[in-house]
């Protein structure tokens, strides 16, 4: 709401205004929003401005034309294919961007890394998962500089709200039934083996795995991996901080304090290398560790990335 470059121009929710006002104003972890968030009918006004608000599931419904919404970012998770966002298209939006990653060939977006690939003719773009865009940015700088010839990546992911806080069932995941408020939970996750989406070199060469543990936010990739070319930890480091400070600065940050989770949320970086946390066995094995936040970073990135659509479509008009 604070970004000048974007206008929010309607909200599609199951829930009333009241609520969603709500929800605008208070979070649990990154605190009261900084404004004015009000009711007016069934619209809420932030900070003067006023959103429209609609409550459909069918998206063939949603006044997209009515509100001038060009730009819409799908995160119900039902509609993750180019097919399935064709009734979002007729009822007027002119692109839509999936906050998951697509249950298609929809291209797929981590900026920093390779939004250069994206063409005006696209409808749908995916900006993949939370831990793509945390885990992407950092093995691009290390795969450019020392080339990335296989690895392993482990996430220790937050807990989420597809989690239930108590022992429930969970018939496709055992373990996922399990309370997220007071275990280590093994689970799978595609994030790695997605970064070739974003990363062609480095198809078939990453795989992945994650823990979900009880904290609320904030996650970190742990990245173990063989490279091609041999070098020292500190040569890492440096290649990483130059890149951070240059062409991916805001996508890939770097830190050599004594920092814990905590200290990441509410961070807009896709992905901060701690420079401290990482390990070195010999000159091309190599642990290296990387913080994001996954609500507020991601979210970060699907606004860069519709900012970035709309800049490259108007230069295509």
């Known amino acids: 709401m604070k970004d000048p470059e974007v206008e929010l121009k309607l909200v599609n ?73 064709q009734a979002h298209l007729k009822a007027g939006a002119k692109k839509v961007v999936f906050s998951a990653p697509a249950k298609d060939d929809s291209h797929t977006i981590v900026m920093g890394v390779n939004q250069e690939t994206y063409k005006p003719e696209m409808q749908a773009v995916s900006c993949a998962s939370c831990t793509t865009n945390g885990l992407a940015p950092m093995v691009k700088a290390i795969n450019d500089a020392f080339g ?34 007071g275990n280590i939970i093994p689970s799978s996750t595609g994030a790695a083996k997605a970064c070739a989406l974003v990363i062609p070199a480095i198809k078939g060469k990453l795989t992945g795995m994650a823990f979900r543990v009880p904290t609320i936010d904030v996650s970190v990739v742990d990245l173990t991996c063989e490279l091609e070319k041999p070098t020292t930890y500190e040569e890492i480091c440096a290649e990483i901080k130059r890149r951070a400070n240059g062409d991916m600065k805001g996508y890939l940050g770097y830190c050599d304090e004594s920092l814990v989770s905590t200290d990441f949320e509410t961070c807009s970086i896709s992905s901060t290398f701690d420079a401290k946390a990482g390990i070195m066995l010999d000159s091309t094995f190599v642990k290296l560790v990387a913080w994001y936040d996954n609500e507020w970073g991601y979210s970060c990135r699907v606004v860069d990335l519709i900012k970035y659509m709309a800049k490259e479509d108007a230069k295509a008009k």
């Open 148 to 181: 990335v010839k296989r690895g392993l990546m482990t996430t220790i992911h937050a807990m989420t709200a597809s989690q239930p806080t108590v022992d429930g069932a969970s018939k496709k995941d055992w373990r996922g039934g399990r309370a997220a408020s």
């Open 13 to 85: 929710a199951s829930y009333e205004a009241d609520y969603l006002a709500y929800m605008m104003k208070y979070d649990s972890i990154h605190g009261r929003y900084d404004g004015a968030v009000e009711v007016d009918g069934d619209s809420l006004v932030i900070d003067g401005h006023k959103v429209a608000l609609s409550h459909t599931r069918d998206p063939a419904e949603i006044p997209f034309a009515k509100y001038g919404a060009d730009y819409v970012c799908e995160s119900t998770g039902v509609f993750l294919t180019t097919e399935k966002i």
